[in-house]
């Protein structure tokens, strides 16, 4: 969302118009997923994708419709195998795509989303008030935008819940239909404890999308140069985690062997709202773990929060192969297909 305002925002400044087109629905099988978003301009520039060129050429001839009459429209895609050469998706699913301009909507967003901001963009797709826009902060509601005052209210509700999925969608409002797109930083990966595995995880959590982290006490260690793109504290927990933010987009992989790291370590994750919090260790050293953890007083429901061996199990024997089982899993708790490891090893 940012970076398609930022190019929108360089275009109007070139005198050029702008026309969105982005995926507020999908069923079945289909190349992108809600909220992937294509920008064209009157001057015939493009930005984006929004189904990997099965049906762009067709968008952009819709959006130079909707720049001319100024009026938004919604457009559908599905295909039948007789039908692969036709415009359409050659997987076989079904889309729906917004085309609307955007002339002005930075503007109409109080001068669009912040870096740190969390919330959902609302733009009414069809029904009353159709192509009307609404910022929401996670937490204080509507913050900017024309939606109208029935679809705000009726949106209050479900804001925090997409937000916290992380996955856009379409919801009914009355005789409007309504897409709610998550607007929000990358979720940040907390990596304790340097090494070989924290050099090979690093830069891939980083391409799979997270803002990386590295917390190692031991300076000759945590050296930036091992981890380039990522940020490194040096400090032990006590020292470190304070001057975290830990919330509900916070990811920790805890790779540290040291007792002295990981045991202040764990209480302090355990009371973070962090979304995932995985353990390096074998079976029996997380069994050992979580006893130890509940003979503090940690309750099931707590304990079933750490993952443990982390990573998911695909024989990884090398730091490489740990690191892909590792991000692996925290896709996995990121899409929600993760469950909760149940307070016992793995």
Not at 26 to 40: D, H, I, T
Not at 174 to 187: D, I, K, M, Q
Not at 224 to 233: D, F, I, L, M, S
Not at 270 to 288: D, F
Request: aromatic share 4%; with cysteine.
């Amino acid at each position: 969302m940012r970076a398609a305002l930022e190019i929108c925002r360089r275009w109007e400044a070139e005198g050029k118009a702008v026309a969105a087109a982005t995926l507020v629905a999908v069923a079945g099988s289909a190349p992108r997923r809600e909220g992937a978003r294509l920008l064209v301009s009157s001057a015939g520039d493009t930005w984006g994708s929004v189904s990997n060129g099965c049906v762009e050429g067709d968008l952009a001839a819709h959006a130079a419709e909707v720049l001319r009459a100024g009026r938004p429209r919604l457009a559908a895609y599905g295909i039948a195998d007789e039908q692969a050469f036709a415009v359409g998706l050659s997987c076989g699913g079904e889309i729906e795509v917004f085309i609307e301009p955007w002339a002005g909507l930075a503007v109409l967003l109080g001068g669009g989303p912040g870096e740190e901001f969390v919330g959902a963009l609302a733009t009414v797709v069809s029904g009353p008030g159709e192509g009307a826009h609404g910022l929401f902060d996670r937490e204080r509601g509507l913050v900017a935008g024309d939606l109208p005052t029935a679809v705000a209210t009726a949106l209050l509700g479900e804001v925090a819940g997409v937000v916290d999925a992380e996955r856009s969608r379409v919801s009914a409002c009355g005789e409007s239909r309504v897409f709610l797109e998550t607007v929000a930083p990358a979720p940040r990966l907390l990596l304790f404890g340097a090494g070989h595995a924290a050099e090979a995880l690093a830069p891939l959590a980083t391409a799979a999308g997270f803002r990386v982290t590295v917390c190692d006490p031991r300076a000759a260690l945590a050296l930036p140069e091992r981890y380039p793109g990522a940020e490194v504290r040096v400090g032990w927990p006590d020292q470190v985690v304070p001057g975290l933010t830990l919330d509900r987009r916070t990811y920790a992989a805890v790779l540290a062997h040291d007792p002295r790291i990981e045991v202040p370590l764990l209480p302090l994750l355990l009371a973070s709202p962090a979304r995932y919090i995985g353990v390096l260790g074998s079976r029996r050293t997380h069994a050992a773990r979580l006893e130890r953890l509940a003979a503090e007083g940690w309750p099931p429901e707590q304990l079933a929060r750490l993952h443990g061996p982390i990573g998911l199990d695909i024989g990884a024997a090398v730091p490489e192969e740990v690191a892909v089982a590792i991000v692996a899993e925290m896709v996995a708790a990121r899409r929600g297909r993760l469950a909760p490891a149940g307070g016992a090893a793995r």
